[in-house]
């Protein structure tokens, strides 16, 4: 064990700091399953699931400024059973949109660097859900999402770094209003094409 704790502080003490440039490049992927890619039960007889995951490209504008975009992929479900009269509802959906973003860092170097960050997204989403009775309907929505917050991203390497956010994204479409909340979501960023002092 004491030579596990002499290993991780060699490795911590020896990571060098990373730098923000213009003209790099970062490859990311984000996903809320910490917080969501679990069966919740959210009262009696209810349950629900919801898992997605978002890998995209970023471009330094100027240093310490990131635009980027990617692919967005989620999973949706909720299952209601009546406990007295065993009548049972269920839904679930999947969405498949796009995802823009920019963040701009609050430092340029060093191991734990804070951003803002601000993104737009656009899916479409299928579904399906089963009434009390047992009928099955399907729909399609088309959904838009926007928010903003903050981030904290933690350079492993040079030029890796596990990040985590915290956003406000708010969501409307397909005449079904709209609705807003946090947002926490982590993942892992992988930066090219920079130089060596």
Same mark, same amino acid.
């Given at each position: 064990?004491?030579?596990?704790?002499?290993?991780?502080?060699?490795?911590?003490?020896?990571?060098?700091?990373?730098?923000?440039?213009?003209?790099?490049?970062?490859?990311?992927?984000?996903?809320?399953?910490?917080?969501?890619?679990?069966?919740?039960?959210?009262?009696?007889?209810?349950?629900?699931?919801?898992?997605?995951?978002?890998?995209?490209?970023?471009?330094?504008?100027?240093?310490?400024?990131?635009?980027?975009?990617?692919?967005?992929?989620?999973?949706?479900?909720?299952? *209601?059973?009546?406990?007295? %009269?065993? #009548?049972? $509802?269920?839904?679930?959906?999947?969405?498949? /949109?796009?995802? @823009?973003?920019?963040?701009?860092?609050?430092?340029?170097?060093?191991?734990?660097?804070?951003?803002?960050?601000?993104?737009?997204?656009?899916?479409?989403?299928?579904?399906?859900?089963?009434? *009390?009775?047992?009928?099955? %309907?399907? #729909?399609? $929505?088309?959904?838009?999402?926007?928010?903003? /917050?903050?981030? @904290?991203?933690?350079?492993?390497?040079?030029?890796?770094?596990?990040?985590?956010?915290?956003?406000?994204?708010?969501?409307?479409?397909?005449?079904?209003?709209?609705?807003?909340?946090?947002?926490?979501?982590?993942?892992?960023?992988?930066?090219?094409?920079?130089?060596?002092?």
């Amino acid at each position: 064990m004491r030579n596990t704790f002499t290993l991780l502080a060699l490795f911590f003490t020896t990571t060098l700091s990373a730098q923000l440039k213009k003209g790099d490049w970062n490859i990311n992927t984000t996903t809320d399953a910490p917080m969501n890619l679990r069966l919740r039960t959210n009262g009696p007889g209810f349950k629900s699931y919801d898992f997605s995951i978002n890998p995209g490209v970023g471009y330094f504008l100027k240093d310490r400024w990131e635009i980027g975009g990617g692919p967005v992929v989620s999973l949706n479900g909720a299952n *209601y059973k009546d406990q007295m %009269s065993g #009548y049972s $509802l269920k839904n679930r959906s999947s969405s498949v /949109g796009l995802n @823009l973003f920019t963040r701009y860092y609050l430092k340029k170097e060093g191991r734990l660097v804070p951003y803002l960050t601000l993104g737009a997204t656009y899916l479409r989403t299928t579904g399906s859900t089963t009434d *009390y009775n047992g009928i099955k %309907s399907n #729909y399609r $929505l088309n959904q838009w999402q926007a928010g903003g /917050g903050a981030g @904290l991203s933690w350079f492993v390497s040079p030029k890796v770094a596990l990040f985590a956010e915290l956003t406000y994204t708010g969501e409307w479409g397909s005449g079904s209003g709209y609705t807003g909340g946090l947002n926490f979501k982590v993942g892992i960023q992988v930066f090219f094409n920079r130089k060596k002092k």
